[in-house]
């Protein structure tokens, strides 16, 4: 299934206000947000681009379009930014940031800093300090047997691995998850959730802001590595805090929500749970296949820099267009039996993380935190059951849980 | 149309034809399960790691410094023959391409 993007050349009069569907849909409402997935469904069969009037955005949720955005920075730029805010109308709510709000050959140049400070070699070097971690997380909930998998797992495993490997000071860490909570509402429209969000971020922000600088940060950690690149001359002194507070506000957040989602699956789908603890070795392939099917990150937007034909469907220049990343994950065009969580299937494609220059930077410690965890807890747990309600967290573009309740036997 | 003629890692000889994509992509197309490719083809991971026959080894495009540091971290022994099968675009030149692949990739 291939998607086309050429140079709009309709006339204005013919442009297809016949063809393109104009939906009430709202992807950021609390209906849609608690579930989604029969939304999606409509979007996706709707049109290879829908416009959704509620925001006067455009909308695409098939695999093959969401790829060819992602693919396409030069026509669907991120400098204006990534959530429904047009940067180059409305005042951003925060300095952009350096690397996922903006285009080459601005990008280019500071991706490269993060790729080399996140990279397979260096993964390498901290996949042991992070096994251990796992391993022990799991002893300790073993112990408890009953635990909420969010505040106890989801969220305390990346929190006790993540903020060391960044090389952060211990007090104030509790800022983190609600800073990019609120980085992530910001990304939605202005409705309650993210005006609420950045109501309250001051202490959240001031926090970061702080810790970004060089003398908060131990050397040897991500961030001591961002401003050592200072000194090699590939970025200035101004920019590393800023390529710091990346790590902050995108690396916790998210592997926190994919390992909530993995652990859900795994609690659902009890045969693929079986699966695992017959193979530890597919515990990286069963946290890839959760972030296909959850989506952790569901949507992002891009800007039009120029008119443009999506699957012959016209948008003018200026326009937002919402990647529907969780619809595309699951659009059967794209993927067999697209609803099953299957621990074994071929992941590579799904766009979880992403795609393009732009695609996730962290993927590689999200994946080693995934994999570590899931192989602990298929070595050395029996039963892992939802021994109580879930409740749902809502936030504009990522999708989790704010309970899980979880009991567990020993293997 | 380019025939590309991979070696598994447990010595099977196996060989696709295609006329565009990429290595990983014609690999992934034909349950080649050595390539993982968790990237996608962004040549962000490393997991798509092979080792070019060394009589092909100069007629592939150059690397560039990306792959390059990326190889550093394939989870397999990087040789000087090794590349990402991502970053390798098929092309008419390339038909008869000798490639073996390692036996793991993360």
């Known amino acids: 299934m291939t998607a086309t993007i050429s140079t709009g050349t309709a006339s204005p009069i013919d442009r297809n206000a016949l063809d393109m569907p104009s939906l009430d849909i709202d992807p950021f409402s609390m209906e849609f947000l ?124 990346p929190l006790s691995v993540f903020p060391d490997a960044v090389g952060l000071r211990q007090e104030g860490r509790e800022h983190l998850l609600a800073y990019a909570g609120v980085v992530f509402n910001a990304f939605g429209p202005p409705n309650e959730l993210r005006q609420t969000a950045i109501e309250r971020s001051m202490p959240h922000q001031a926090y970061v802001a702080e810790q970004c600088q060089r003398r908060n940060l131990a050397p040897e950690g991500f961030g001591g590595c961002i401003h050592a690149r200072v000194d090699a001359g590939d970025i200035t002194e101004t920019e590393a805090p800023l390529l710091v507070r990346s790590l902050l506000s995108a690396g916790l957040d998210t592997t926190v929500n994919g390992i909530g989602a993995a652990i859900y699956c795994l609690a659902r789908f009890p045969d693929q749970w079986a699966r695992l603890r017959s193979d530890p070795s597919l515990a990286r392939n069963a946290f890839e296949e959760a972030v296909r099917l959850e989506s952790p990150v569901q949507t992002f937007f891009r800007t039009t820099t120029r008119d443009v034909e999506i699957s012959g469907m016209h948008v003018d220049e200026g326009e937002k267009v919402l990647m529907l990343l969780a619809a595309a994950n699951r659009d059967p065009r794209r993927w067999d039996n697209p609803d099953s969580y299957d621990i074994t299937r071929r992941t590579s494609g799904h766009v979880g993380f992403g795609g393009g220059i732009h695609m996730c930077v962290g993927q590689l410690v999200a994946r080693l935190e995934g994999e570590v965890l899931l192989a602990a807890l298929a070595r050395k747990v029996a039963t892992l059951d939802i021994s109580g309600p879930i409740e749902r967290r809502y936030n504009n573009t990522l999708r989790g849980l704010e309970r899980m309740p979880i009991t567990l036997t020993p293997a | 149309m380019a025939t590309i003629n991979f070696v598994r890692s447990d010595g099977r000889a196996q060989s696709f034809a295609a006329d565009s994509g990429s290595v990983m992509q014609l690999a992934i197309a034909n349950g080649v399960d050595e390539i993982v490719a968790e990237c996608g083809g962004n040549a962000m991971c490393a997991t798509c790691h092979v080792y070019i026959d060394d009589a092909w080894i100069d007629r592939l495009p150059a690397m560039d410094e990306a792959e390059n540091a990326l190889l550093d971290g394939a989870a397999a022994e990087r040789l000087p023959t090794s590349r990402l099968s991502c970053q390798i675009p098929i092309t008419a030149e390339l038909d008869g391409l000798v490639l073996r692949l390692p036996d793991r990739q993360v």
């Open chain 1, 34 to 157: 608690s579930d989604p997935h029969p939304a999606h469904e409509i979007l996706r069969e709707a049109g290879p681009v829908v416009h959704l009037h509620k925001w006067n955005v455009y909308a695409v949720a098939r695999h093959a379009e969401v790829w060819a955005v992602l693919n396409d920075p030069q026509t669907f730029c991120s400098s204006r930014g990534v959530g429904l805010s047009d940067f180059a109308k409305e005042k951003p709510w925060r300095p952009p940031s350096l690397i996922l709000e903006a285009d080459p050959p601005a990008h280019t140049r500071t991706r490269a800093v993060l790729n080399r400070v996140l990279s397979p070699a260096v993964m390498k070097q901290i996949r042991d300090r992070f096994a251990a971690a796992a391993e022990a997380k799991v002893d300790e909930l073993l112990a408890k047997r009953s635990f909420d998998a969010v505040a106890d797992l989801a969220e305390a495993y």
